[in-house]
């Protein structure tokens, strides 16, 4: 069956960087549109980025990201990566990565047919 498995979520400085990461198996890994959410306590899951699969292009991300937060895959290793930098107290969040069954990007995490078990991302001021 279809796994995802996060890591490198931690403890942080605001101002401070992370590199997440998010291994899949079980799936067609370079056919699969990927995203990255994340839910902070008391609030609705909330999409931070994604990128298509192979032969479509597009790595859109969330405007509180932006200009911060960069996703990328290797398709060779079955990975996708967050890096974020800058790193705000407002990011503070679980992160999730998901998988769509389709090379096309969406922000609806309802469009998603796989979630891993999340990495919580803290950052203190």
């Known amino acids: 069956q279809v796994q995802l498995v996060e890591s490198g979520g931690g403890l942080v400085q605001a101002g401070g960087s992370l590199t997440l990461s998010c291994v899949a198996s079980g799936m067609a890994f370079n056919r699969a549109a990927m995203g990255w959410f994340r839910q902070a306590p008391g609030k609705e899951r909330a999409f931070v980025a994604a990128i298509t699969g192979i032969f479509t292009s597009g790595t859109p991300v969330a405007n509180s990201v932006k200009g911060r937060f960069t996703i990328s895959r290797d398709n060779a290793k079955n990975t996708m990566f967050l890096q974020m930098n800058t790193l705000k107290p407002e990011d503070t969040a679980v992160y999730y990565c998901?998988?769509?069954?389709?090379?096309?990007?969406?922000?609806?995490?309802?469009?998603?047919?796989?979630w891993g078990q999340g990495t919580q991302v803290t950052v203190s001021s």
């Open positions: 998901a998988a769509r069954g389709s090379m096309i990007w969406s922000r609806a995490p309802s469009s998603y047919a796989y």
